[in-house]
């Protein structure tokens, strides 16, 4: 087993020295969270309802900074004698005059593999991107080149992902915009959405402690011109149905993350503050409000209802 993690730290730690960004997509704090946001083959992979929304403030105190939502739901089924997971996504993502929207099913196919379970994920969206031009403030309103009205577009968007677990370990691996999308935003404007490519890993590591255990996970992501890793490591506190855990996050050339949150009895409450490794002042960093909800459900196998009638004679 710590060989198969020692491979993997491994791969996931060349490409966490590559430093950049990606450009398009929304980068969250608390990505193993909303692991379907970047791998559609992450959905059911719990035998619960899993339901978590979002909510981050890009570059506090500047003026149109970045503010996203995100909505995600997902679950597992058992049919044809097989397991499977559902979901759908949500995301409104809002820079300055331009609103990128997703809405997206998601199917995953899910097989025991290895001793672990294997899950190949498909994903169908919708992107809709919107530019808000009466509201631009241009040197010269006559620029040919800058629109003055409100123009949209929109265009089918596809995502693939693979995803294995065993034990206390995963490890995934997804592309989204494979179709490389191209949203015509009136009749001379145009916005080519390239492919994005994701790799996440992570490891549960037991302490003498019962209660305490250490989460270390990384999420790699390029688009081919620019790249952007998260390194985190959370110390997670579980007692019965209550859980806390603080952590910190790493982006090299980019910020360092702070994390807190915890769940009581299926509700999810997490926080996160960014700061920024550049010239931008701490206090200009990003806030990030996570809440989810989780119920188990018992869909693979029902078994016989038994029913007891008792007479009194």
Known sequence: MFRHLFIIISALAVLVCMPARAQYDVAFSHYWDMEPYYNPAAVGKDTKLNVVGAYALDFAGFENNPRSMYLGADMPLYALKAYHGVGVSLLNDQIGLFTHQRMALQYAYRHRLFGGRIAAGVQLGFINEKFDGSKADLEDPSDPAF??????????????GLYYTRGPWYVGVSAQHLNAPLVELGETNELQVDPTYYLTGGYNIKL??????????????????????????????????????AGVSYSPTNSVTVLIGGRIKGIHLGYSYEMYTSAIQPGNGSHELVVGYQTTLNLYKKGKNKHKSVRLL
């Open 147 to 160: 629109t003055r009205s409100d123009i949209n577009g929109n265009a089918l968007d596809v995502a693939f």
């Open 208 to 245: 003498r402690n019962p209660f305490l255990t250490i989460h270390p996970s990384v999420l790699v992501r390029t688009d081919g011109s620019a790249y952007r890793a998260d390194v985190s490591t959370r110390v997670v506190y579980t007692n019965e149905k209550r859980m806390m855990y």
